[in-house]
């Protein structure tokens, strides 16, 4: 399973797809641009870092779906293959980091840091 990053006006959008809208207990995230701090595909393993899971989840080695608590804050992960995320750390929003997985991490990630160098680019000039 996977799900899919768009950029909608000027927000980042994670939308969920196929079960993991029931694990997880949503369908969208949405995320002002201008509150992604930034973009990695860090391979996190199943335990790292170690969540307190609050809604959504969580088989090790099968899926990892919903809101966690971590001591760093709230996570909200979509993961059953650690190798196939990428984690937004976010400013000003509730969750601290989005770990999504996707279709194709290097394609996911130029789409988002695209995004916010060209959301950057233009509050220079204007």
Not at 72 to 86: L, S, T
Request: with cysteine.
């Amino acid at each position: 399973m996977t799900g899919e990053i768009k950029i909608i006006g000027k927000d980042l959008v994670f939308e969920i797809e196929g079960l993991d809208k029931i694990f997880a207990i949503k369908q969208t995230i949405k995320v002002p641009l201008k509150h992604v701090a930034s973009v990695s595909d860090d391979d996190l393993g199943w335990f790292k870092p170690f969540p307190l899971k609050i809604a959504g989840a969580s088989l090790p080695g099968l899926v990892r779906d919903g809101r966690f608590v971590t001591t760093k804050g709230w996570v909200f992960y979509v993961m059953h293959n650690p190798k196939k995320c990428i984690t937004v750390s976010l400013n000003h929003e509730f969750y601290k980091k989005i770990i999504f997985q996707v279709k194709d991490k290097k394609s996911s990630m130029k789409t988002i840091n695209d995004a916010i160098s060209s959301r950057k680019s233009k509050i220079r000039y204007k």
